[in-house]
């Protein structure tokens, strides 16, 4: 199964910005990713998704602040988050969501001022 590397994760204010990053851990060619997040007791969501075609789904809490984008030159897909709101505090994930791989560890993004 494919394995996910992500990065970029931190602390930020609210309002704040942080860029997460998430490349394949072997050599696998990223031909459509999504970004998940799960906060403490709650269930793993899909927060965005790009498909090979450059489809774009967001879910509603975040329309207008993320943007996912793909780096098909660098095999990364990323995810630009503004305006941060303390609800967005979760660990992101990254996977394909039209074939699902092994969820990596995933990164902390905690928003607190």
């Known amino acids: 199964q494919a394995q996910f590397v992500e990065s970029g994760g931190g602390l930020a204010q609210p309002g704040g910005s942080l860029r997460l990053s998430c490349v394949p851990s072997g050599s696998i060619f990223i031909s459509g990713m999504g970004w998940y997040r799960q906060a403490p007791g709650k269930q793993r969501e899909l927060v965005a998704r790009?498909?090979?075609?450059?489809?774009?789904y967001y879910v509603d809490s975040v329309k207008g602040r993320f943007t996912i984008a793909m780096d098909n030159a660098k095999n990364t897909v990323y995810l630009q988050m503004n305006s941060l709101k303390p609800e967005d505090t979760a660990v992101y994930y990254c996977?394909?969501?039209?074939?699902?791989?092994?969820w990596g560890q995933g990164t902390q993004v905690t928003v607190s001022s």
């Open positions: 790009i498909s090979r075609y450059g489809n774009i």
């Open positions: 996977n394909n969501p039209w074939s699902l791989g092994s």
